[in-house]
């Protein structure tokens, strides 16, 4: 259990893992599991949730450009009581690319583990996100999330071939380490070959092209681009 401050007023923010177990070769926080059904509800994403007028009718998630949401890690307690009044919270996902150092792909893995288990402290329903690269990356990318759990995964970014067999494959291996009770998939269906109950979300780019549809302006619709699910 993680009960200390290596720093002065805890500039590594290490407060979002307090009492955590701590778990994995890297010490990722220990996710609590949950158990979500999201049938009938829409997806939010966290750059319009503090408009969104009926949010217990909603699932506010993280899959869109980081830059969306970098604040939540430096000034979480300025959205918790917003994200508070959500059915569920996908929690954040911050990108972790392919190419950038092998630290910086491990640190962003922790940060989006250390600011579910925030959430969670702070009374929210908490989906926890799992995300993944190529098959190198399996060694740590499940570590902390829960057992038996419901989950919740995007599709943005992969509908290249390689980015289709890569999901694929991080998908099965999510099935066989975790075996998720349920899958939330936020984004576009790709199959998969799991025995498992999955519920798909509409993404950030679509829900915005059905913001717009019909209409015939051309609007430019940001896809968060990157190597990992």
Request: glycine content about 6%; aromatic content about 14%; proline content about 4%.
């Amino acid at each position: 259990m993680h009960t200390t401050f290596s720093t002065q007023n805890d500039i590594l923010n290490e407060r979002y893992v307090y009492g955590a177990e701590l778990t994995g070769r890297f010490d990722f926080p220990q996710l609590m599991e949950a158990h979500a059904n999201v049938e009938g509800l829409r997806a939010v994403s966290f750059n319009l949730a503090g408009k969104e007028k009926d949010p217990k009718r909603c699932v506010a998630h993280f899959f869109c450009d980081d830059y969306r949401f970098r604040a939540i890690w430096t000034q979480p307690e300025k959205y918790i009581p917003m994200l508070k009044n959500f059915r569920y919270v996908c929690t954040p996902d911050f990108s972790a690319y392919g190419d950038a150092p092998l630290a910086l792909q491990i640190y962003q893995r922790y940060r989006s583990r250390a600011m579910a288990y925030y959430l969670w402290l702070n009374d929210i329903n908490v989906i926890p996100t799992a995300g993944w690269g190529d098959e190198s990356t399996w060694d740590y990318c499940f570590d902390g999330l829960p057992m038996h759990s419901t989950l919740a995964v995007s599709t943005n970014g992969c509908f290249s071939k390689e980015g289709k067999e890569c999901y694929r494959k991080g998908f099965a291996e999510m099935c066989r380490r975790l075996e998720p009770d349920r899958v939330v998939v936020v984004g576009s269906e790709i199959e998969v070959d799991c025995n498992v109950e999955i519920q798909y979300l509409q993404s950030y780019g679509q829900d915005m092209t059905r913001r717009i549809g019909g209409n015939g302006r051309t609007v430019r619709i940001e896809k968060k681009t990157q190597e990992k699910v």
